[in-house]
């Protein structure tokens, strides 16, 4: 199956407030992300970033327009298309370890090594046993991650995934998002606002505009993997003030 995703002139909007004027999140929004590239999207808040997201996952359907993965048409969620949201969105009745286990236990392939080797990798041992309520937002992001990647999927959809993560840690979770994602090659789309992530993880950057969020300017990073972001130095501060002028 090809991964590939595309959307193309699509439109979407929204009621702010009921009975509220309509507000256009994406007017003719187009982005194509092939196979197995993983491309980050910068851009200001509002713009329409978490909506893109959410029309690939399935949560949403565009007002106009074509969103498809491996050339077919998305029509609602699938377990093979992952969204971590923003939330990080996770089972309230179900604990850590449960939560990982989920989306392996629902396609009837249990597999407990593997989410005692992701508890591992994302630094959770010791809270299995947690509850969503007693965890910190940086902890629910790490389980939302882990829950995500057990399942392999073939398209991730990563909203901010970091953001409530002290520095050290963050990189520590790009190094895990980044080996899982050499290992098994999902096609990635990774909103983000730091363009130090942007570029430490991303074969192309996408940088958008303010609502309604239109692709302005396309990065490519070609540098060779793990990266050294203070060897991009150029990139970082090019890339720093075509986000600026957008916001
Ligand atoms: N479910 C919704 N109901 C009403 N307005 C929404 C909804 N989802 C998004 N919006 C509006 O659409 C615009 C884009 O939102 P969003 O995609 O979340 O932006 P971003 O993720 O770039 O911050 C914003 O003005 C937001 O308020
Ligand atoms: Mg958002």
Redesign the pocket.
């Known amino acids: 199956m090809s991964r590939a995703i595309r959307l193309a002139g699509v439109h ?1 909007a ?3 407030a009921r009975g509220g004027a309509k ?1 256009d ?2 007017v003719g929004f187009d982005l194509d992300v092939a196979a197995g590239e993983f491309v980050a999207v910068v ?12 029309l690939v996952a399935g949560f ?1 359907t565009p007002d106009a327009g074509v969103v498809e993965v491996g050339g077919a048409p998305v029509r609602g969620i699938a377990p093979d298309r992952v969204l971590v949201a ?1 939330d990080a969105g996770l089972f309230p009745w179900l604990t850590v370890a449960e939560n990982i286990a989920f989306g392996l236990e629902a396609a009837g392939r249990p597999n407990p090594d593997l989410v005692a080797a992701l508890v591992a990798a994302l630094g959770l041992a010791g809270t299995e046993r947690r509850y969503p309520k007693e965890l910190s937002g940086g902890m629910k992001q790490r389980v939302a991650l882990a829950r995500a990647l057990a399942v392999e999927p073939a398209v991730l959809l990563l ?1 901010e995934p970091f953001a409530a993560l002290d520095a050290l840690s963050r990189e520590r979770l790009q190094d895990v998002l980044e080996n899982a994602w050499l290992a098994a090659r999902p096609t990635v789309i990774l ?1 983000t606002h730091s363009v130090d992530e942007a570029i430490r993880l991303a074969d192309r950057v996408v940088v ?1 505009s303010a ?1 309604p ?1 239109r692709v302005r300017t396309e990065v490519p990073v070609t540098a060779a993997r793990p990266r050294d972001i203070a060897a991009l130095g150029g990139l970082r501060r090019g890339l720093g003030l075509l986000v600026r002028d957008e916001g």
């Open positions: 979407k929204f009621r702010e507000v999140a994406l851009g200001p808040s509002g713009s329409g970033k978490t909506t893109v997201l959410r949403d923003q909203d909103v958008v609502r969020a």
